[in-house]
């Protein structure tokens, strides 16, 4: 087992795999930019390496300054987490040939899995159902527009280098065909480096069910149940639960094997996670394979009772999956709400901003995987996540309630957050009645406006705080104020 | 003793009385409430307000309170200390070019001494991976560029002074009478 890992991340993801580490009894190193001097993440782990300014491909995005920690702090692995460079083939590549074990699939994996068109190749051959469109890169409007044609509209652009959103477009009739095509691409561009984009059928009312896979270097591959991630704005993910509400065990255990299958047909190796759509009809269509770990990884670890960071590292230390399919089980309902800086009274604007209040809810069922304290300064350069909250309960409905107590008793004063929104969410008739789609947020939210009933109280508690007084710690008046045992007992003798 | 809280746009107005005991009472339209209050650290307040027990979370900001009650965040401010200042928004905001968050300057899309129309881009911002686009709040002459990219700036700075056309600025006057 490896000695010393470099965590190459930031955040509420390092803070968490740290955690694993120490209990595995590795020793740990974090990197951090000059914003995140005072980063959780950086306060956590054994050695802290600073790697450059705040700008990310000046620091977290740059490879030779993360290599150069390797070798500066001698650890064996690195573990890159999720964003930043998990996903980046020429990372991994580095470091299979400067002989520091990357905690992930070989580069060569995450390289053709990265590409979404070379991604639907394998997986239409090995039998995988893939979204009904294209196979091939078109660069010319007049292909497009007979592509297009045997596709049938409404339908989606998406970049084969993409992610997040960009370069993407539905497009719902064919006038709008070309310049959207060329607007995507130009986005892709701007984004990716790479213009190539492609073409498939659009599926307005499905919801977003992942598989987690686990596969050790020998090929033993196995599944670890679904997620379902419909409840999204801008394309990205706010709301994930296990079991899927949709899910009967029949169309889980299909799902199960399409995902295995792809795994073993990519030649996967360590954590990763097979991405599907599901229609109303129970149909489903591979959508991507994510080479890393998930955001959203806790959830499953709350039903199996695995922890994915430890089977992660065991993996890349080259031992064999102690699991077979049948040793996997899964109990009860986990739910995960992403606590973001963000305001989602302005559509979710970010809101960056020093925490001056901080309070994380506890109790039974409940984890919070969290990078910041009060006191922090949350920078603008990077992405919004402060933490993610995860309730386990036996069921779906225990745990919709449970979340809601957590939240409710989630204290973040200082930068905006979905609280309150997620609160109503979570209240809300259909997402109780599971009708879980990725249009939730656009059917039901859209004119969002927080909850009024509480502000008398609050006004009340305004006037309450501006009348008690407040102590002023000073120094030495502190110390008179709370005397310790040490000034209590100094004139005892023994 | 009166009261006036600002929440967004609206006026919240509490007739409180107390006698410095650790009770208040507060009336707010036709409800009163009976409350006793105990400051529990900086941020605490125990509260019971007519027989339940809540505890609030509070924290003082440059722009008010903010107030944590029942799961529920809001940003209250005295009026009394905000009223002399301008309103915010209405009439000042949208003619200044200022970033709505905390931002890093990614890009500047103007030149000193360029004209400009009414919504044209003239830099871009950029906020926790999210970029956002800065427009013309109206057709003018680009006088100044108070910032340079990558710089750090906030909500309030002024990074673009433009001067209005006259035309737009005739009309501006019109619209104000």
Known sequence: MFKKILIANRGEIAVRIVRTCQEMGIATVAVYSDADRQALHALSADEAVPIGPAEPSQSYLSIDRIVSAVKQTGAEAVHPGYGFLAENADFAARCEQEGIVFIGPPAEVIRSLGDKITARQIMQKSGVPIIPGMLEAAHDPAAWVARAEAIGFPLLIKASAGGGGKGMRIVLAPADLAEACRAASREAAAAFGDGTVYLEKFLPKSRHVEIQILADRKGHTIHLFERECSIQRRHQKIIEETPSPALTPALRAAMGRAAVAAARAAGYVNAGTVEFILDPEGRFYFLEVNTRLQVEHPITEMITGLDLVRHQIEIAAGRPLALTQEDVSRRGHAIECRIYAEDPEQNFMPSPGRIAFFQEPTGPGIRNDCGVYAGFEVPVEYDPILSKLVVHAETRELAIRRMIRALKSYAVLGVKTPIDFLLDVLASAPFQAGETYTDFIATHFADWAPERQALELAAVAYLADAMAPKARPAGRAAQAAHPGPWHTLKHWRL | ?177
Do not use: C
């Open chain 2, 1 to 177: 003793m009166d009261y006036k809280l600002k929440y967004n746009e609206e006026t919240i107005a509490l007739a409180v009385e107390t006698a410095g005991d650790g009770r208040l009472s507060a009336t707010l339209g036709d409800k009163k409430m009976d409350v006793a209050f105990e400051r529990i650290s900086e941020n605490r307040m125990r509260l019971v307000v007519d027989g339940r027990q809540t505890l609030a979370f509070v924290a003082e900001t440059s722009d008010g309170k903010i107030v944590m009650v029942d799961g529920r965040t809001f940003l209250l401010a005295d009026e009394r200390a905000t009223g002399t200042r301008p309103r915010s928004g209405a009439a000042s905001g949208p003619k200044l070019v200022t970033p709505p968050m905390p931002a890093v300057v990614t890009q500047i899309l103007v030149a000193q001494g360029q004209t400009v129309e009414k919504g044209q881009g003239l830099l871009v911002v950029s906020a926790m991976k999210m970029d956002t686009i800065l427009t013309a709040p109206f057709a003018g002459v680009v006088t100044r560029i108070n910032v340079a990219e990558g710089e750090k700036v906030a909500p309030k700075q002024v990074l673009v002074d433009i001067e209005p056309s006259a035309a737009d600025a005739a009309g501006e006057e019109a619209h104000n009478g």
